[in-house]
């Protein structure tokens, strides 16, 4: 009898073991799936290449996407144990997009011990359009002859949509009135002591950002930065202010008239802002540092602004559209990482403000 409980127990114990491991087993399996799931619906593009002991997969976020937004690119190589995978330059095949960020996420082993290499990168247009995001070509070796043949994986390209900054607004835009005149308040009898409190006020201001600018310039690293990438800074900015949806043409029309003229005046050494248009027309004629296609733009460009800032024209949205593009493009096609110019005062005065405050 005492045998036959034994048994029994026995039984019991190996059936409660076996249940616990098949829950565990479902569970895991679970987990595996929610973390496919996720992988899955992060990128809207999915791409896999193989070729001998490499798979490659090339991934994006999105497909369409407006010119102040950006695409996720994401490159991921797979490679057996005794082969070296070098990594394609990214940099280098980009023609109609920029890097604004990108991100080393390190080597990992997968489950068949193939050691898989992934790079990040965040992207933005220079202009609206389809563009391609072009096809790369990831090279492979044996290690333990790297000397001998290198084999190569080519990818395709990916088409991205990408929107204009108008929107389906275009045909709305309304350039907003003039404000009228606003009557001023009449000075009371106690002007003057108003006057020297502030002179006081405004003396002790500047002598203390004076020590302050001074202290902090002491301890300065000089930070220089090409040109083009100050400008396509304050395009985004541009962008973001959204000034053609609220029908602040003329506002939109002078910033990014702006825009061009410090970048020239970066990039050429030519005086642009501080001039007239016709005064910057006879100094344009004059230099050979531009072609003449482009000094054709430029001379459109000014005119168009001009006409819209001082003469109220009212420019159709497609001319607002091609204004934004030409200068875009001609920064695209002019830039230099070369020609660098020193951004130090400006963070200088940036840190004083901070101060300050």
Request: proline fraction near 3%; include cysteine; charge should be negative.
């Amino acid at each position: 009898m005492t045998g036959k409980i034994q048994k029994y127990e026995s039984t019991r114990v190996v059936f409660y073991a076996l249940i616990i491991c098949a829950l565990l087993l479902v569970c895991n399996g679970c987990e595996k799936s929610a973390d496919t799931r996720s992988k899955k619906t992060e990128f809207e593009i999915d791409k896999d290449y193989q070729r001998g002991p490499l798979t490659v997969h090339v991934r994006a976020d999105k497909t369409k996407m407006t010119i102040a937004e950006t695409v996720l690119l994401e490159l991921e190589a797979a490679i057996e144990a005794g082969f070296e995978v070098q990594m394609p330059k990214v940099g280098k095949e980009l023609e109609n997009f920029g890097i604004v960020d990108w991100d080393n996420l390190g080597d990992k082993l997968d489950e068949n011990n193939n050691v898989v290499r992934r790079y990040q990168y965040r992207l933005e247009p220079f202009l609206s359009g389809t563009f391609s995001i072009p096809a790369f070509t990831f090279e492979f070796y044996d290690v333990n002859s790297p000397e001998e043949s290198k084999y190569e994986l080519t990818t395709e390209p990916i088409d991205i949509e990408v929107t204009s900054l108008l929107g389906e607004q275009r045909a709305e835009l309304v350039i907003a009135d003039i404000e009228g005149v606003v009557r001023m308040p009449e000075k009371n009898s106690f002007w003057w002591l108003w006057t020297l409190g502030a002179a006081g006020i405004v003396t002790a201001g500047i002598a203390g950002w004076l020590y302050l600018r001074q202290k902090r310039r002491s301890e300065l690293i000089r930070i220089f930065r090409p040109a083009h990438e100050i400008a396509y800074e304050h395009l985004q900015a541009l962008v973001k202010d959204d000034l053609v949806k609220k029908g602040k043409i003329k506002e939109f029309y002078e910033q990014i008239s702006n825009i061009l003229r410090h970048y020239i005046e970066y990039r050429f050494n030519l005086r642009a802002p501080e001039k007239t248009t016709e005064e910057f027309l006879i100094v344009l004629a004059t230099t050979e540092l531009l072609d003449a296609d482009d000094k054709q733009d430029l001379e459109e460009f000014l005119k168009h602004c001009d006409l819209v800032k001082f003469a109220k024209h009212n420019p159709a949205t497609e001319q607002i559209q091609k204004t934004f593009d030409l200068v875009k493009n001609f920064i695209e096609k002019t830039k230099s990482e070369e020609k660098t110019i020193d951004v130090t005062e400006t963070n200088v005065e940036q840190a004083v403000e901070a101060g300050g405050a």
